[in-house]
């Protein structure tokens, strides 16, 4: 994977060549001071609140009362950005009230665990700010997208940072699926959301690859910028699909059911018949936990239910064990057995 593919990954790309096969969406460029806030690592107070905010003296008056510290306290606020966010609400209403937001590349599905409706759709500035603040992947896509290249003695191409808003879907997840193309052709074709099984997946499997393989045909190839590349597509009710991304083809870009090894080798993929091969979750057993759940919790508690890190649960023990014990000298009445989190 080199820097100009993903380059050519970039949303607003690719959207003008595909236009007519996916989701309307609106693009609009980041201003540097948007940019700055979002990569702000301090504490996350969110902006662009479309109510007006509190009255400031209250505030003031009622800490008044209250001595928190002998220290002067400050008052962090948000910055605002009136310009910048008439045009996202003018967008977000061309576009329905709902919209589902992304940058250049990455959308922050890690952190719809914070959304009050545990999803991305969004129907403010807010909204959006409270995702992206709360995103490694958004992160990710600030300040590291060349990462993963191979070409990393070659300077890095300048990027102009948008804002997608795409339209709002309710996609059945059952739905997607990956696709990868090497040498503009498809070779590979697997479950999006492999981590749940969905029955009529697996009994539609060859109606999905010949609905895919015809999109792939007579919409996407030899149209995209390079050979080699990811694609992700939707197949809706009544089996028409519709193209909702595009990736670099590389360790970036999740391989979900099948390795790098076999989609780069070529020896497990794509020779062992004429069409792409292709993959799903075969049966319940096979039912995995969402890879984002992790960005849920801190890893160290992750690491101490799963027992991964012996040391961890170690320290974790001893510290219950001397909290217990300092709190059986402060009060002599009986303790719960239950170990704090």
Known sequence: M????????????????FKKHTIKSLILPLPQNVIDYLQDDGTLVVSGSDHNPQNHNSSVDAEEDVQWSDEETTT????????????????????????????????????????????LE??????????????DFITHDLTQPYLQCSDQDSPDPVINYELVLRKWSDLIPGGEFRCFVKENKLIAISQRDYTQFYQHVLK???????????????HVQYRF?????????????????????????????????????????GGAVGQQQEGPAFRCTTSEVTVQPSPCLSYRIPRDFVDLSTGEDAYKLIDFLKLTKSQQEESEDEDEEPQSDTIPL
Do not use: H, M
């Not at 937001?101 to 952190?111: E, T, V």
């Not at 969004?122 to 995103?135: A, E, G, P, T, V």
């Not at 499997?205 to 999109?215: G, L, S």
């Open 2 to 17: 080199k820097k100009e593919q993903v380059v050519n990954c970039q949303f607003s790309v690719w959207y003008p060549i």
């Open 76 to 119: 962090v606020t948000a910055p605002e950005f009136p310009e910048f966010k008439s045009k996202v609400l003018e967008a977000i209403n061309a576009l329905g009230g709902r919209v589902f937001p992304k940058l250049n590349w990455s959308s922050p599905r890690d952190a719809n665990w914070i959304a009050l409706n545990s999803t």
């Open 122 to 135: 969004c129907r403010s500035l807010s909204d959006i700010f409270l995702l992206f603040k709360s995103s």
């Open 204 to 218: 539609q499997e060859q109606q999905i690859c010949q609905a895919i393989q015809d999109f792939f045909s007579l």
């Open 225 to 265: 910028l390079d050979e080699d590349f990811v694609f992700d597509v939707y197949r809706d009710s009544q089996g028409r699909v519709w193209l909702i991304d595009l990736n670099p083809f590389g360790e970036v870009t999740d391989s979900l059911l099948f390795s790098w090894d076999e989609l780069t080798s």
